[in-house]
């Protein structure tokens, strides 16, 4: 059974770096096969595509956060992690991490704040 | 960017009634169209992948239709734990886009 779990911290300061990361339990990253995605969701509202990675390192970002993007992954600790800079109040959101082009399975999510 | 568009915002049915979801992509997706459904507090459960398949303990209740740029989701006889926000979502195409969501209210 394959299971994702989001962490990181829950409160970021405006201008600064969010950073999470998924840890993928019951699958090897490094089999291939899937993307490894991250979907964000502001509060009570819908779901946003953040971007995905690949084993090897391909990434897609969704052009309207790409300039302050970066998803890397780690093989070696089965995880692979997000950072977004300069972070305003508009990043606030539940962080999802996700398997495949469509997705399954879903982590359970993580909020973060932006605020100081 | 392909726009997906669901309608309607909420739709009030009863349970043991028939819900209908629509969802209409701004450009071809072929079958590439994928349904989640989320309850509160939860992360979003998907339904169904290549446009009909339903997923893996998905309920024969759950059937999805459509190609192209149209999409449909029925729920052929409601249970209380259906009642839920559904989101449609394209794989056709980088970025992956998704709809506005519907959300399924009991009558």
């Known amino acids: 059974q394959v299971q994702l779990q989001e962490s990181g911290p829950g409160l970021v300061k405006p201008s600064q770096t969010l950073s999470l990361t998924c840890t993928v339990a019951g699958v090897s990253i490094s089999s291939g096969g899937f993307y490894w995605n991250w979907v964000r969701q502001h509060p009570g509202k819908g779901l946003e595509w953040i971007g995905f990675i690949y084993y090897n390192g391909l990434t897609y970002y969704n052009p309207s956060l790409k300039s302050r993007l970066t998803i890397s992954v780690d093989t070696s600790k089965n995880h692979f992690s997000l950072k977004l800079s300069s972070v305003t109040a508009a990043d606030t959101a539940v962080y999802y991490c996700?398997?495949?082009?469509?997705?399954?399975?879903w982590g359970p999510g993580t909020l973060v704040t932006v605020s100081s | 960017e392909i726009v997906m568009t669901q309608s309607p915002v909420t739709l009030s049915v009863s349970p043991g009634e028939r819900a209908t979801l629509s969802c209409r992509a701004s450009q071809s997706v072929s079958t590439n169209l994928a349904w989640y459904q989320q309850k509160p507090g939860q992360a979003p459960r998907l339904l169904i992948y290549?446009?009909?398949t339903r997923a893996t303990g998905i309920p024969a209740r759950f059937s999805g239709s459509g190609s192209g740029t149209e999409f449909t989701l029925t729920i052929s006889s409601l249970q209380s734990e259906d009642f839920a926000v559904y989101y449609c979502q394209q794989y056709n195409n980088w970025p992956y886009t998704f709809g506005q969501g519907t959300k399924l209210e009991i009558k």
């Open positions: 290549g446009a009909s």
């Open positions: 996700a398997r495949g082009g469509f997705f399954d399975p």
